[in-house]
């Protein structure tokens, strides 16, 4: 088996408005302690918005 999945780098970005997934991302694992939270544009708000790591 060639595929090779690290799940644990990968997080959800998820709007705190209407709680959509719009995007995927990783991150390093020596900074998972803390939620990422960053601004994205969010298709459902059609506005930016703050978006909050999920899983
Ligand atoms: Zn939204």
Redesign the pocket.
């Known amino acids: 088996m060639a595929k090779k999945t690290d799940a644990r780098g990968v997080i959800y970005l998820a709007?705190t408005?209407?709680k959509?997934r719009n995007y995927t991302t990783s991150k390093n694992r020596k900074n998972d302690s803390q939620r990422l939270e960053l601004t994205k544009y969010?298709p459902?708000?059609r506005a930016h918005?703050p978006h909050k790591e999920t899983k």
């Open positions: 709007c408005e209407c959509e969010c459902r708000c918005k």
